[in-house]
Each structure stands twice: as structure tokens, then as C-alpha cells.
């Protein structure tokens, strides 16, 4: 079934690119087509070319689809990812789409949630919302956005950052028939069917990047204390909810980025100067604590996260269940340092925010929810025969080496770039080199 075209209107970015906006309708359910549609958003984006004559050769550029991370981030501008040039370059067009409630693809929020019903109806809702019908909206619309291409160059690339090569290994294992290639950036998926085998190698990974926190700043370590005291004895509201202690925790994500590191220990600064100075936060502060959240924004982050992992069986909270093993992250004055939390989703998000709070009888029923479909089919990775090219961090906070390595001997013919160079946002933040990578292992070749 090939997607609907709603609408396509065109700009350029001077000097630069070519843009297109174009927004789809596709089913919400694809085994019931008649059960309504989502609107989709995405951009395509060409080189921007005044020819004398333009010729029809240039709409028949091979595309290559951008797959966001996340799950439940939409894609900025075009012209605002690294990545655009080098693809560009190898005459490629690119597609940057926005997945099924994301961005401006029918957007998921409390509110729009809301319209589905009660708690049961939306958490049925949301089981649409996984990689398994990304996929089939990226087939719906390659189908579409080909359809006057020969039959022989229809198939199309495709690249994903993080989740988006979650996608990609599931559209391998589904539609191998639709593509030409896949890239993944830190997106080797781990094959399990819950979250559990994933958390307990996070943990450790986030133990890690504790460390080397405290490594680099000790004086943090009793600053940390200060902050947790004050908002364990103030209530600090912030524009999406409460800033709580452990939700201060949780800014511990940002260690797997580049520049994470270095990006909490601002704020920390910011925060007990604040304290020192005048006994409580500022507007400022606040409003630079509550930007590095987000959760009240991609609510699909929150309610899915954890089952991203799951196939045939429930998460169950997998995160908050480990999280016992672990006494560093504990709270508490007794501890030498504090330790922030990494990737992982907790109950007590869905108290902290205003916006998840309005879903916590929805999240919990996709906690307990078993009957997730498989996402990947081990047999059609193992016979593979679409080619694979793959960035690979070893120090990834968030996609464990040690997984992504396993995944990568089960799929045929994967090619791998692996460094201790770069983190998991290396895409973005070195897209120049993770490129030149990636096009090299497409271009080169062992004998």
C-alpha cells in the first residue's frame, strides 16, 4: 500500500539546498486500513541547482532516509545535520522524516492522546507507535515517492542515528526488498526480547561515566549534596512539572554525548552558585534545568522507551527494578558521590512531570503489556543480503558495545566502523568524519 500525498510545497535555502515539504497520510493500523490514517511530515532535500534547462534526470536521484533516534524525536532542518553534504555529494537526495508521532507527524502529547479515549484505548494506540509501523510508513511512502522511478531503481537507502537503527534493523528483517542499503550510527539494536540485558549493561556504562565525572570535577561531588538537600526540603516548580531529586538526577543522560560531561557540570555550578548566593534558583537556572528534560515533550520517549526492546514479553519497569543493584545511585548523604542516572525511564517521571503525569494509567499498561510483536526475525538477518554499513562506539553510553557487537555477527555482511574516538552523538557532532567512515566502508571493499 502506497502512501497518500497530502500536500508538497517547495523553498530553498540560498546558496545551499533545495527543500520540499511534504506531508502523507498512511493507515494507523496497516492490517486495518480502513481503521483511519496519521498524517505524516518529512522534507526532502536536494542540492540546489539552476541548470539552463532543468532536465527530469534530477528528480530521479537515489534517496536516502534519515531515521531519527529517540524513540518520539522529531528532525530539525535540513540544513542544520552534518550529514546533508556528504550524502549530497554522492548524489544522493535526502529524506528527513519525521516518524509516526513525532514532529509534525500526528503529533503524540497528553492532550492529542487524549482523543483516543480512555486509558485502555490509548495504550492500544500507542502499541502502533514502535519500529514495526515506522517501517511500513517508510515502505508506504517509498512506494509512493518511486512509483514513476524504473523498476529496477526503486529501492531506496537509508540511515539511522541510534533508534533509527533500531528501525533499520527491523526494516532489514521486514522489507529487505525495499532497500538498497542501510547506514547505522550507533544504532546496532541489541536481539532480546525485554529491556533487562540492556539496563544492566547500561548501568554499568552510566557507573562509568560517573566516575569519570567525578574524576574530572570532585569538588561537585559535595555540591551535588548541597543541591539534593534543598530540593529534598523545597518544592521547586519548574515550567513542565517539579524539579524533585531525582529528577535533578536525571540530567545524568547528557554524559554519553560529547561534551556531556563538561555540559552537567554548568549546570551544577550554575545551581549551587545560585544557592550560595541567594538561598533558592533562579528563572534563568530553571529554565536551563527544565530544557535538558524533554520528557514532557516526546512523551513517546517515556511511555516507549522501554518497550523498544520487548517482543513477546513485558518491561515491567525493567529500569526502576534494576536500579536496587546499583547503591551508588542511591540518594543519600552516606554516599561518597552521588551518582546522576543515565537512558533509563522511572516511575517517578510520571510524577515529576505535568505531562506524563496525565498518562501514568496508560504507562502502566504498556509496562505490563506482553504481547509485543517481534521487531527483528534472526533468520532473515542471518541470510542478509542487503548491504550494512555501521558506526560503532566503544565507549557508547547507550548502545552497549558489547550488544551492538553481537548484533552485528548476526546480520550478513555487516561492515563495521569501530572507535574509542567518538560517542553516540558522533553523527551530529562529528559528521564530517563519521560520513567519510561510513562512504568509505560502501566504497571500498576486501579481497
Not at 505524516?40 to 534517496?63: H, I, Q
Not at 525485554?194 to 570535577?217: G, L, S
Not at 514532557?296 to 522501554?306: F, S
Not at 521487531?375 to 553510553?397: G, R
Request: proline share 5%.
Amino acid at each position: 500500500m502506497a502512501a497518500k500525498l497530502i500536500d508538497r510545497r517547495f523553498h530553498n535555502v540560498p546558496g545551499k539546498l533545495h527543500v520540499a515539504e511534504l506531508f502523507f497520510d498512511v493507515p494507523i493500523d496497516y492490517s486495518k486500513p480502513s481503521d483511519g490514517t496519521l498524517r505524516l511530515f518529512a522534507r526532502s532535500v536536494s542540492r540546489l541547482n539552476k541548470p539552463v534547462e532543468p532536465t527530469k534526470e534530477e528528480s530521479k536521484l537515489p534517496w536516502l532516509v534519515y531515521l531519527q533516534g529517540g524513540p518520539g524525536f522529531g528532525c530539525g532542518a535540513p540544513q542544520n545535520y552534518g550529514l546533508v553534504e556528504p550524502a549530497l555529494s554522492k548524489g544522493y537526495q535526502v529524506l528527513f522524516l519525521d516518524q509516526r508521532g513525532t514532529g509534525l507527524s500526528s503529533t503524540i502529547t497528553a492532550g492529542t492522546l487524549a482523543r483516543q479515549g480512555d486509558a485502555i484505548r490509548q495504550a492500544e494506540y500507542l502499541q502502533k507507535f514502535r519500529a514495526d509501523n515506522i517501517v511500513r510508513d517508510c515502505e508506504a511512502i517509498r512506494k509512493l515517492l518511486t512509483l514513476d522511478y524504473p523498476e529496477d531503481q526503486r529501492k531506496w537507502s537509508i540511515i539511522g542515528q541510534s533508534f533509527g537503527g533500531f528501525c533499520a534493523a527491523t526494516y532489514l528483517s521486514k522489507f529487505p526488498e525495499g532497500l538498497r542499503e542501510a547506514f547505522l550510527c550507533g544504532g546496532l539494536p541489541p536481539l532480546v526480547n525485554d529491556p533487562v540485558p540492556v539496563y544492566e549493561r547500561t548501568y554499568e556504562k552510566v557507573v562509568e561515566r560517573n566516575e569519570a565525572y567525578y574524576a574530572k570535577f570532585p569538588e561537585d561531588a559535595e555540591r551535588v549534596k548541597k543541591i539534593m538537600q534543598y530540593l529534598a526540603a523545597n518544592q521547586v516548580a519548574l515550567p513542565s512539572g517539579w524539579l524533585t531529586p531525582a529528577r535533578f538526577q536525571q540530567l545524568g543522560i547528557v554524559f554519553g554525548f560529547h561534551g556531556g560531561i563538561d555540559s552537567l557540570h554548568e549546570i551544577v555550578v550554575r545551581v549551587w552558585n545560585d544557592l550560595e548566593i541567594f538561598g533558592s534558583l533562579t528563572v534563568p537556572t530553571l529554565a536551563i534545568i527544565d530544557s535538558n528534560g524533554g520528557m514532557d515533550k516526546n512523551i513517546i520517549y517515556a511511555v516507549l522507551h522501554e518497550a523498544i526492546y520487548c517482543q513477546g514479553k513485558p518491561s515491567l519497569w525493567a529500569a526502576d527494578r534494576l536500579r536496587a543493584e546499583y547503591p551508588r545511585f542511591q540518594i543519600t548523604d552516606s554516599q561518597p558521590e552521588i551518582y546522576f542516572t543515565g537512558e533509563m525511564v522511572f516511575k517517578d517521571m510520571f510524577e515529576s512531570y505535568t505531562e506524563l503525569k496525565q498518562i501514568r494509567e496508560v504507562a502502566e499498561i504498556l509496562a505490563t503489556t506482553s504481547d509485543w510483536p517481534d521487531l527483528y526475525d534472526k533468520a532473515q538477518l542471518a541470510k542478509n543480503e542487503v548491504p550494512v554499513y555501521a558506526a560503532t562506539y566503544i565507549d557508547d553510553m547507550y548502545v552497549h558495545f558489547d550488544l551492538a557487537s553481537n548484533t552485528a555477527a548476526k546480520i550478513k555482511g555487516t561492515k563495521q566502523f569501530i572507535t574509542n574516538t567518538m560517542y553516540h552523538d558522533a553523527l551530529r557532532s562529528k559528521s564530517g568524519e563519521v560520513m567519510r567512515q561510513l562512504l568509505n566502508l560502501r566504497d571500498d571493499s576486501l579481497d
